[in-house]
């Protein structure tokens, strides 16, 4: 064989030029395939103690590791020879169409995790066609966040206080900015604790300890920003000293009971969807209540310790209230294949959190994009590849957990 030295121009088009359009953290973000390489830029990104705020869970975090280890345990049962060319990945949620099976997660103090907080999140959830739910435990307040994000199917989580009155107007303030279902989280009798944040210090707001001070010489983007835009805190709580466990304790009201529903119905108009389902018992008491959707979660495995596994709950779920109330789950979702999961287990949709943060660590909006890109991606192949052309065909999938 005869060899010659390359041309120029032939090593260039070998190497390739950097796509000039693309932001340098775009291309970096563009380098990750899937959530987890998003989470490992997190981790690099923003200090250590912001990191495991999102990334960890109640004590042993036997909670979030069942929950992930139930997605490993998923199989399914390909069908093939059926035109998959053309996927349908729209889906009624809570009585509108959704563009994707999926919606954006209540997360508390977001703007931590990147200064655009709450924002930048529900910008990209309105591009994308899908819902985005603000927490009472936001750093962004319904007004603000109702006018960063106009075009966004805006829900409202609600933590009940012990200040009923506060309840009460959050509400108001909710309903009066066209923001259209209350998510009530029932999960929070009292804060879980979560061994990370003691160990690292972390309170509401963050101090600047000695650690703290030391970090910014590791993460000064991040602390340049933390320190250069409005201070970080609750824009629906006032903030206290402690864990954001500590507070959930000391300001939440632990004696929330379904007759609350009543009260709740009073002064919210819109629909209702009850968050932190964990038993049967649980779901058929919800449904009962007349409320319009519940979320089997178990926070995250970020409440309470060796919690009940909302995947492995679902199908109960799904055949006892099913035909009543739409069924959501959260949980340990971190592809497109862990929703596509969800689904055929007979979940009406999916509630992402964890995964959207990992994004808005490592790159603000464009890396909660990536997020949506990432998982769009997966769930539509995945769809293709077990022979399921629409939402409806993927919940006559035939898939299990295994037992091994």
């Known amino acids: 064989m005869t060899r010659r030295l390359p041309r120029l121009g032939e090593i260039r088009e070998v190497i390739g030029r950097p796509d000039q359009e693309r932001s340098r953290q775009q291309r970096r973000l563009d380098r990750c395939a899937s959530v987890l390489d998003v989470r490992d830029l997190a981790r690099r990104r923003v200090p250590r103690a912001v990191f495991d705020y999102t990334d960890g869970a109640a004590m042993s975090e036997a909670s979030l590791r069942r929950a992930r280890s139930a997605f490993r345990q998923v199989e399914f049962t390909p069908r093939v020879m059926r035109d998959v060319s053309n996927v349908e990945l729209t889906t009624d949620i809570l009585g509108e169409v959704s563009a994707l099976p999926f919606a954006f997660a209540p997360t508390g103090f977001t703007r931590m995790m990147h200064h655009a907080g709450e924002s930048a999140v529900a910008g990209v959830a309105g591009r994308s066609g899908i819902p985005y739910a603000l927490s009472t435990l936001g750093t962004t307040s319904i007004e603000a966040l109702s006018e960063a994000a106009p075009n966004t199917r805006r829900w409202f ?157 679902l199908p109960m779920v799904v055949s006892k209230v099913g ?26 949709f999916v509630l992402v959190g964890r995964a959207y943060l990992y994004g808005l660590m490592a790159g603000g909006a464009d890396g909660v994009q990536r997020i949506v890109d990432i998982l769009t991606k997966e769930v539509r192949t995945t769809m293709q590849l077990i022979g399921a052309r629409s939402v409806s065909e993927v919940r006559q999938a035939q898939v299990r957990l295994r037992a091994n």
């Open 157 to 313: 989580q609600l933590y009940v206080s012990r200040d009923r009155q506060q309840a009460e107007d959050l509400m108001a303030r909710a309903a009066a900015r066209g923001y259209d279902t209350l998510v009530l989280t029932v999960d929070t009798a009292v804060g879980g604790i979560r061994y990370r944040e003691v160990r690292n210090g972390l309170t509401i707001p963050p101090a600047l300890t000695a650690g703290a001070l030391a970090g910014i010489a590791m993460h000064p983007r991040w602390w340049f920003n933390a320190l250069t835009t409005e201070p970080l805190r609750f824009a629906s709580l006032e903030s206290t000293d402690g864990t954001v466990g500590d507070l959930l304790t000391r300001v939440l009201d632990p004696g929330i009971t379904g007759a609350d529903i009543a009260w709740i119905r009073s002064h919210w108009q819109g629909r209702i969807l009850i968050k932190g389902i964990q038993s049967v018992e649980d779901a058929v008491m919800a449904a009962d209540l007349g409320v319009d959707a519940i979320v089997l979660s178990n926070h995250g495995g970020r409440q309470v310790d060796r919690g009940t596994v909302p995947l492995e709950l």
């Open 323 to 348: 035909d009543q109330v739409q069924v959501g789950i959260d949980g340990g979702i971190l592809s497109g294949t862990d929703i596509v999961a969800c689904l055929a287990f007979g979940a009406d």
